[in-house]
T-cell receptor
Framework: DAKTTQPTSMDCAEGRAANLPCNHS???????VYWYRQIHSQGPQYIIH???NNETNEMASLIITEDRKSSTLILPHATLRDTAVYYC??????????FGKGTSLLVTP | DAGVIQSPRHEVTEMGQEVTLRCKPI?????LFWYRQTMMRGLELLIY????????DSGMPEDRFSAKMPNASFSTLKIQPSEPRDSAVYFC??????????????FGSGTRLTVV
């Protein structure tokens, strides 16, 4: 799997958009970008994934650059409940997920 | 659906004892994964199954660890004998990837294991 690089931590004010970056410069053509999050003491939760097109669901939007070497997860209106560790993972579809250290997002009132 | 169910939620055992963790995946999911999480090492994949068959157990730390999936609705992770360094949160996850869609893994609530 391609390696990913994420900032260790980020802050965001409640109600504002949270933009979480991820670099994956060695991504291969058949590798997808996945985002998961883990709220304290809970199991990780799937957020969104994409191959090359931008994706949106009820939780978030995923923006993938045209060269696919980086992506951004956008939480459009962050709430206190979005405080969590966010993992960006790149992998071939149906292979097992390998989690890195992720970004610790703190949403403040 | 009740989601992925793990038991027990908490386990405290003495060093040298056998520990068995249990997992019930979501009905119809054909992939099952066991992960371990510690502060030092983060989330580590231990083993995963497809249609009850172990596919990759390269993450299992040593022979003291074993995992089975006797049927599509049940899996166990056993540690024998247990050691203090096995203390961690153990997560089970299941998934049903398909060509038409991939809804990701669904994780259980985890089992917090403490070996004293």
């Amino acid at each position: 799997d391609a390696k990913t690089t994420q900032p260790t931590s980020m802050d965001c004010a409640e109600g504002r958009a949270a933009n979480l970056p991820c670099n994956h410069s060695t991504i291969s053509g058949n590798e997808y970008v996945y985002w998961y999050r883990q709220i304290h003491s809970q199991g990780p939760q799937y957020i969104i994934h994409g191959l090359k097109n931008n994706e949106t669901n009820e939780m978030a939007s995923l923006i993938i650059t045209e060269d696919r070497k980086s992506s951004t997860l956008i939480l459009p209106h962050a709430t206190l409940r979005d405080t969590a560790v966010y993992y960006c993972i790149v992998r071939v579809w149906f292979y097992a997920l390998n989690f890195g250290k992720g970004t610790s997002l703190l949403v403040t009132p | 659906d009740a989601g992925v169910i793990q038991s027990p939620r908490h386990e405290v055992t003495e060093m040298g004892q056998e520990v068995t963790l249990r997992c019930k995946p979501i009905s119809g999911h054909d992939y099952l994964f066991w992960y371990r999480q510690t502060m030092m090492r983060g989330l580590e994949l231990l083993i995963y199954f497809n249609n009850n068959v172990p596919i990759d157990d390269s993450g299992m730390p040593e022979d003291r660890f074993s995992a089975k999936m006797p049927n599509a609705s049940f899996s166990t992770l056993k540690i024998q004998p247990s050691e203090p360094r096995d203390s961690a949160v153990y997560f089970c996850a299941s998934s049903l990837p398909s060509v038409s869609g991939d809804y990701g893994y669904t994780f259980g609530s985890g089992t917090r294991l403490t070996v004293v």
